[in-house]
């Protein structure tokens, strides 16, 4: 391979996608670099300018001037870093969440057109194909925590969680089938009807491009009230902060679009999935012992107030 390969390979992979015109495909005044800024703010809620410096690889002057004009039509805010009074935080406003969610649906229609174009039984070799380029690409190092990306789930990732929940938890716990069907139904509900403005997933995602871990936030029966259900990180991904980071999101969602409170259930033989919550305000409010898929538990009912000052 040479490096005229790879150049032609760009420029054929690029008009593929739109990528020169991204615009007018998505029907957005928005370029690919400003979408992608968008698009990061809205997985990130939390997200430092220095940050998506570094993440888009952006020169500070650019990243100032599409700022700016996110700014000026009323997408994004910007404030003072909580934690370092150097830097400023930049989130969306409702606005902006909603522009990057028609982004996101465009873009998705976008690609499953082009998808379309792909005979079903190629997808297998074309998905190897791209996991491949990405693997080769990434020089074969270890993830890092800035590799890792929270996105939305994509076509077969509500499949993956009740895939790797029931795997996970029968290999590390012990759990029974049961627990499968718990899980199941938990996702068949969501697929089958859900408020995408009030209930959400994420997927958390490596540089190659494989889902290593998840989290939902789904409407409680309560009023006013969220519910954080089926948080787990892969065993090989664990140390790079993934469950504080899809905590986190969960949190900051659920506090932005207006929830009072935010809770859980949990056994107490997750343990690390208990240290994360702690981490992050939840407060134990009740314990009962059970008898669940094939083991006997200690269940237990967490609860976040979003009204409280944040840390």
Known sequence: M???D???FNRFYTNV??????GRHLYAPYTLTESRVLYELAHAPRTDAADLRGELSLDAGYLSRILNKFERDGLVERATSDTDP???????????RETADLLEERARETVAALLDTVAPADRPRLAEAMGT?????????????????????????????VQRNAALYAAEYGWNADYEGLVARIVADFAEDHDPHLERVWIAETGGGRPV???????????????LRLLLVEPDARGL???????????????????????????????AARRIYLRHGFVLVAEKPHRSFGKDLV?????LDLLGVRE
Not at 17 to 22: F, K, M, Q, T
Not at 213 to 227: F, I, K, L, Q, W
Not at 299 to 303: A, I, K, V
């Open 17 to 22: 996608i739109g990528a020169l015109d991204y």
């Open 2 to 4: 040479t490096v005229q």
């Open 6 to 8: 790879i150049r032609t």
């Open 213 to 227: 871990g998840c989290v939902m936030c789904v409407r409680d029966e309560a009023p006013a009230t969220a519910r």
């Open 299 to 303: 269940g237990q009912d967490w609860r």
């Open 241 to 271: 902060g993934i469950g504080d980071r899809l905590v986190e999101a969960c949190v900051d969602f659920a506090r932005g679009v207006g929830y009072r409170e935010l809770v859980l259930w949990t056994n107490d033989v997750l343990a």
């Open 86 to 96: 150097r830097r400023r935080r930049v989130t969306l406003t409702t606005r902006g």
């Open 133 to 161: 380029i990405r693997s080769l690409l990434s020089d074969g190092r270890a993830a890092r925590p800035e590799d890792v990306v929270l996105r939305d789930p994509a076509p077969g990732d509500l499949g993956w969680i």
